[in-house]
T-cell receptor, first 107, second 118 residues
Framework: DIQMTQSPSSLSASVGDRVTITCRASQSVVHYLNWYQQKPGKAPDLLIHIASTLQSGVPSRFSGSGSGTEFTLTISDLQPEDFATYYC?????????FGQGTYLEIK | LLVQSGGVVKKPGASVNVSCKASGYTFTDYGITWVRQAPGQGLEWMGWVSGYNGKTDYIEKLKGRVTMTTDSSTNTAYMELKSLIADDTATYFCARGGSAWPKVIEFWGQGTLITVSA
């Protein structure tokens, strides 16, 4: 099974900041890497798929990059509604494992 | 739209069946993925069932305890988990991929909280 590791596990930032979350896979997932945002008590929302493709309706301040085993999610100009938990997930081979999550909190 | 059954409390050793009723699309065109999340923890991909032919793919750790099925006559997917243990306490989500990228989850049910407690 492919293990997904996110860093950091938690992050404090202020409105207007730029933050980057990293996701590393234990083996290559090519570009089959997705990012989700989850708020408390809600199902996750898809932000980015295939490493860098922004899901329809997602603000352009979200961006993704990477390939192979290392990927990043960048949020520029943080807004109050962006404070949430973020998960990466590989959809290259089953089981389609998730990272452990990165909790983004307001500083 | 995916609408799940309500939460329940089960005793250790019991079984639970969670339903996921789909609407707004052709049920047999997509599979249903099940993901669970223990309280305060991350997401765990449990498995997938085809809406077309019922083919399944389960995570190794749940094989033998989990069964995922579909009923195309009612557009409903089911997830049964047997021999429940405390670590199975979690919110269980059903989910569906998108039309362009079926393996990428775009649509989620509201979640069903299963509590395993004596």
């Amino acid at each position: 099974d492919i293990q997904m590791t996110q860093s950091p596990s938690s992050l404090s930032a202020s409105v207007g900041d730029r933050v980057t979350i990293t996701c590393r896979a234990s083996q290559s997932v090519v570009h089959y890497l997705n990012w989700y945002q989850q708020k408390p008590g809600k199902a996750p929302d898809l932000l980015i798929h295939i490493a860098s493709t922004l899901q329809s309706g997602v603000p352009s301040r979200f961006s993704g990059s990477g390939s192979g085993t290392e990927f990043t999610l960048t949020i520029s100009d943080l807004q109050p509604e962006d404070f949430a938990t973020y998960y990466c997930q590989q959809s290259y081979t089953t089981p389609y494992s998730f990272g452990q999550g990165t909790y983004l909190e307001i500083k | 739209l995916l609408v799940q059954s309500g939460g329940v409390v089960k005793k250790p050793g019991a079984s639970v069946n969670v339903s996921c009723k789909a609407s707004g699309y052709t049920f047999t065109d997509y599979g249903i993925t099940w993901v669970r999340q223990a309280p305060g923890q991350g997401l765990e991909w449990m498995g997938w069932v085809s809406g077309y032919n019922g083919k399944t793919d389960y995570i190794e750790k749940l094989k033998g305890r989990v069964t995922m099925t579909t009923d195309s006559s009612t557009n409903t997917a089911y997830m049964e988990l047997k021999s429940l243990i405390a670590d199975d306490t979690a919110t269980y989500f059903c989910a569906r991929g998108g039309s362009a990228w079926p393996k990428v989850i775009e649509f989620w049910g509201q979640g069903t909280l299963i509590t395993v407690s004596a």
